[in-house]
């Protein structure tokens, strides 16, 4: 309307100051500049978690660092941007076969107290990733506590010398006291003799889960779900090696350090660990 009328007309036909005029076209910008801002800032936080988080943990990284936003008003920015998290769909368990004549472990956890510390209920758990040279196999070590991955390993074989690469790794970063729990399910790699000794020489007690039963670890099983949702299903790996350097980068400059838990009140793990070393120096 003002490049078809002058200003002065405009403001007398709506019997306003030209000062306000100008004010209200100040302000507009402002906004406009300040909206704009604010939805670079949801997409920075977006693409810095790989395309993976919604409005929930973006919410919360804006809280985190001392903005005050509502969970609609980031799930407008993150519409009006296009994007959107990472929808997980139902993740299939394979469960291991554990028809071998090892030793098999009581499942202790159902009568252990929920872990108010590190270092009290270690989980584990194998899985394997699809690439172009064939089948990369990944074994873990998670602490049950701050969700944390203590230890990994990868290979093109499944055999015993996988899973205990990741507990050594566990057991070199924590150095754990006697008496932690450590839980797997009945596979033949866990509950072999060379696996069990390495237990026995740290002190560590061994749990197992029921037979057919994958939800008795269902913390390992949620951290392979958002493995493969929020890395594997979106990739192609033409080699082994690529996918172990992208697992490698996820669990370590993403995962651990940043990607928030809400089982955590939406802390990463590390924050999560710091948070109760911090509180333990203060009691």
């Known amino acids: 309307m003002k490049d078809e009328h002058p200003v002065r007309t405009l403001c007398e036909t709506l019997a306003v100051s030209r000062s306000g005029y100008y004010d209200w076209c100040r302000e507009a910008a402002q906004r406009a500049a300040a909206a ?7 997409a920075r936080i977006h693409t810095e978690s790989g ?12 809280r985190r660092a001392g903005r005050k936003v509502g969970h609609n008003r980031v799930a407008r920015a993150l519409r009006e941007c296009g994007l959107q998290g990472r929808l997980r769909c139902r993740y299939v368990v394979r469960t291991t076969d554990s028809a071998h004549d090892h030793p ?83 596979g033949v790699q866990y509950a072999s003799a060379e696996y069990r000794r390495v237990l026995d020489q740290h002190g560590l007690v061994a749990s197992m889960s029921r037979r057919g039963n994958c939800y008795d670890n269902a913390t390992m099983e949620s951290f392979w779900s958002t493995l493969k949702h929020e890395l594997i299903y979106r990739r192609v790996f033409l080699t082994r090696a690529a996918a172990t350097t992208a697992i490698f980068d996820f669990v370590e400059r993403f995962y651990n350090r940043r990607r928030l838990h809400s089982s955590l009140d939406y802390q990463s793990p590390l924050d999560f660990e710091a948070l109760h070393a911090k509180s333990t120096q203060t009691a």
């Not at 704009?36 to 949801?42: T, W």
């Open 104 to 186: 098999i472990a009581p499942n202790r956890l159902p009568a252990q107290p929920a872990p108010v510390a590190p270092n009290q209920v270690w989980v584990s758990d194998l899985t394997y990733v699809e690439t172009g040279e064939g089948w990369l196999y990944l074994a873990g070590v998670l602490d049950l506590y701050s969700r944390r991955l203590i230890g990994w390993a990868m290979a093109s074989s499944l055999a015993t010398a996988l899973p205990l690469a990741a507990l050594q790794m566990a057991l070199l970063h924590r150095r754990p006291p006697q008496g932690l729990i450590h839980h797997s399910d009945r």
């Open 51 to 62: 395309g993976t988080y919604g409005s929930p943990r973006v919410t919360r990284e804006l």
């Open 36 to 42: 704009q801002a604010f939805r670079d800032e949801v």
